[in-house]
Structures are given as structure tokens and as C-alpha cells.
């Protein structure tokens, strides 16, 4: 069962928690936005209750993230790329600015790059990217994580984050919704870890490891996860510690630790976003003559025939979940997310009595 609360009630609960907690307007929409897309979407592990965590543990309660810090644009000789210092903000309010202006990059050039150095958790990725792709644009981010939390293929140490991967493809007018592939490069995401607690659940056999290295199913003794696919996962998870450590980023084993890094390191995160116009790979050479739209769709009809029909696309349970907020005219939150968002509603000092909204079956 859940508990439907009308997007007008999240978005004034979370922008008022954290701009109580010293974030200006923007930023505070910022997280309500990434928050209510990530729930509205059916993502359970970065929703508006991950970000409250964040900010209570690596944010602004502890110095890792400064409200109302400004952007620094740094000088550039490359036309489409742009190199930003965000001077640890808030990581959505930049993740949004940062794909606004991926995208008038690639409307000029065919494509716009954004590095962020000194960045703070964005949440969730797969938000960004459909942004990009509601607006026509083929549309990735990529980042390091908070933490090392993730033990590389055939280590026995966390030195990874969960690092994820995000693309969107706007197919939406072609097949109702965006192909979004989104996934942390660990078994699973963190955020994951902190979701089976909290809904009393163990997770997949061999995602995790305990404090002595064997492992776990259950959520309370995980202190890492492993990397999806083995060796397939650590290469994906290094692409990410490789963009941060080319924009400056620094070690991953004293990311977010900010009481006790090594003296003169770094502490945070890097982001890239990228943003393709779909005409910029347009080479006009389509069998039977076909539009790029016509042979798009052409291709992904061919790849779920032949006795394949069962298949979905990354994005379509995400769309699904859209579907069924829409259906019931808000998010769905479980019985444990009201707990928490009560608590937040209550911090923010926003009435809020769950009781009052209709209940449904997912």
C-alpha cells in the first residue's frame, strides 16, 4: 500500500526544510525538483528523504556543502566544453544549470560538455538526463560518489564510489516515453543499502560485504557493495574516477571525509554532463530512404520482434511509475517514507498529516 501526497505538498515541504537549513530559493527548488522526479519516477533509493540524509551527514551540517555558494565559470579555449568550480553548492541547483547550458552549447555547436570540479551529491542522475531528452537532446552525466563504499573486482578494500552512469535518449514521440539507461556501477546503489533498511528487506545475495570482508544479505552489517557484472562494473565504476581525476577531483578513498583526509586533498565530488543535438550525427544515409526518426523507431521495433515482445526498454518501468503518479495525482510513498517524511515535514515546521490522503495498491 501507499500513501498518495500531492506533488503541491512535497515540493513545500523539502524547499522549506532546506531553506531553513540556509539554502537559497533556487537551490531549495532545485532539491524538490530532483526530489519529487525521483518519486514520481518510482526511484525509492535518491528521492527528497535521501536528500535530507545527505545534507545531514556530508552537507551543510557538517561544512561539506555551502549553501548560497556561487558558481565560477573558469576561462576555456574549447567552445563547447565548459569547465566549472562550483564551490561545494548544491548539487542539484548546479546538475540543472549545468545541463541548461549543455544543451545551448549543443543547439550552437552539436554538442556541450559541463565539468563541475569541488561538486556535492546531485542525487539522482537519471533526472537530469530526462530533462535533456524531454528537451530533444541525446543527454549524459556521469559523477564520483560521496564515498568510497565499493570494493573493486577482486579487491577486498572499498575504493570506489558507487559512481553512476546516466544517458537519455528523446524517443518519447516515437515510443511514449525516453529510453533512460541509469545505473550506479555497484550491484546496487548506496542509496539501496539505506532503502532495505528502512522497508525491512535483505539485499541481493553477493551485492555486499560486511566489516570483515564475507558476504551479506543483510542491509545492517553491509559496510560496502560490490561492482555490478565483475570486472564489467569496476571498468565502468574507473571511467568515472578517471573523468574526476582529468577535471580535478581527488582520492576516492577520503571523498566525504572531511574530519580526517589527508592534509591538502580534496573532498569532493566531480560531475560531466553532455548533451548531443540529434542532427549533429545525422549523416543522411538511412536504408529505404527513412528519417532519423522513422529509422530510430525502425530499429528498436526490430530489436523487441522476432518473439521478443516482452522485453522493456531502460526507462519503461520508470515510465510506468510515472504513469501510475499521474494515475493517482501524486507521489506514492511507503508506509517507512511517511515515517521519514513526517519527521522532515516536522523539521521544516510544515503541517503534514499523512492520514488525510488517499491510500492505494501500487
Known sequence: MYTVIPLEVHNEIVLKNFLKRGYDQQEAEAY????ALASWHGIRTHNAIKAISLDDHFGSKVGGFVPKAKVEVLSSKFKAFEQWNSHKKSGPAVAFAAMDRAMELADEFGVGTVVVDNATHYLWGGGYV??????????YTGCTSTLAEVVPFLGSSPTLGTNP??????????????????????????????QSIREGKELPPGAALDKDGNPTTDPHKAAAVTTFGGHKGFGLSLIDELWAAYIGGSLPSIRGRFSNGQPGEKHLSSFVFQCTHPDALN????????SQEENIKAIL?????HGNDAVKFPGQPEAENAKLSEKNGGLLFTDAEIKEFTSIAQEAEVAFDPTQYKRVNG
Open 32 to 35: 524538490a525538483k530532483i526530489g
Open 130 to 139: 530526462l530533462y535533456g531528452a524531454d528537451k530533444g537532446f541525446i543527454s
Open 165 to 194: 552512469h546516466s544517458w537519455s535518449f528523446p524517443t518519447k514521440s516515437l515510443i511514449g516515453y525516453n529510453i533512460t539507461i541509469d545505473w550506479a556501477t555497484s550491484t546496487v546503489a548506496w542509496g539501496r543499502v539505506a
Open 283 to 290: 549523416c543522411h544515409g538511412f536504408a529505404f530512404g527513412r
Open 301 to 305: 521495433t526490430d530489436i523487441r520482434s
